[in-house]
């Protein structure tokens, strides 16, 4: 079974409206890390949100927030007032284990265009 | 700026030969250090974890021969590809963790777009 599943391999969003870019995610580890990356087309990865699982609050990093469901084992990226820059491909990711380890899975990421 | 960096970005090679990829951490000392493969249009797959001053993990069906990776300090891993082949040809990059801050300080490198001709 798939760790962590993206569902939409693309989207478009008109500029300046929000979109929602959607993660599910499977572990029976009590201690996990929730990650969002972003993929311009030069490839570098660029962090912009974490979640533990442990947190009280909803991760919210500027234009970011991450609207976490822990029952329905979901970490939605929402991106408000969205600007052309924000096209590209977006990827969730998980840790797993309180301390240790640090490797990520990731999603198989998602699209996103963003329309003028 | 940037606190891991990989070098190079861009690298041709020939069939046959060896190609090296580094990866430094430039504010932090890094224990442990991840090397990730992504083939075009395709997610982040994990290669090995590299472990300062032993041997590196693998994943299963990564051919540790093949992909070989040393850590010899705390700021610096490599992986060479050796013996490169065309099916090599991919996007490799790296990431480590700043064991000095709390669990989401995870940062990657550039990435090191490799093409085997």
């Known amino acids: 079974a798939q760790k962590i599943t993206q569902t939409q391999p693309g989207m478009f969003v008109q500029e300046k409206e929000a979109v929602t870019l959607d993660c599910t995610y499977d572990?029976?580890?009590?201690?996990?890390?929730l990650f969002w990356y972003k993929q311009p087309s030069s490839g570098e990865m660029i962090f912009l949100i974490y979640?533990?699982?442990?947190?009280?609050q909803n991760a919210t990093e500027g234009r970011y927030s991450l609207n976490f469901q822990k029952a329905r084992k979901s970490a939605n990226l929402v991106i408000s007032a969205s600007q052309l820059g924000d096209s590209a491909m977006y990827f969730c990711?998980?840790?797993?284990?309180?301390?240790?380890?640090?490797?990520?899975?990731f999603g198989k990421g998602t699209k996103l265009s963003v329309i003028p | 700026g940037a606190v891991v960096s990989q070098h190079p970005s861009w690298v041709i090679c020939k069939s046959g030969t060896s190609v090296k990829i580094e990866c430094r951490s430039l504010?932090?000392?890094?224990?442990?250090m991840f090397w990730y493969r992504q083939f075009p249009k395709q997610s982040l797959m994990l290669m090995a974890t590299?472990?300062?001053?032993?041997?590196?993990?693998?994943e299963q069906g990564v051919e540790k021969d093949k992909f070989l990776i040393n850590h010899a300090s705390l700021t610096l891993s490599t992986l060479t590809v050796t013996s490169a082949h065309p099916e090599d040809s991919s996007f490799y990059i790296c990431?480590?963790?700043?064991?000095?801050?709390?669990?989401?300080?995870?940062?990657f490198g550039e990435g090191s777009w490799l093409t085997v001709v």
């Open positions: 590299s472990n300062e001053g032993s041997k590196a993990t693998y």
């Open positions: 979640q533990g699982s442990y947190d009280q």
């Open positions: 572990t029976s580890d009590p201690s996990y890390g």
């Open positions: 504010d932090f000392q890094a224990t442990t």
């Open positions: 990711a998980m840790r797993e284990g309180r301390a240790g380890s640090y490797q990520l899975t």
């Open positions: 990431s480590a963790r700043d064991p000095t801050g709390s669990g989401n300080t995870i940062y």
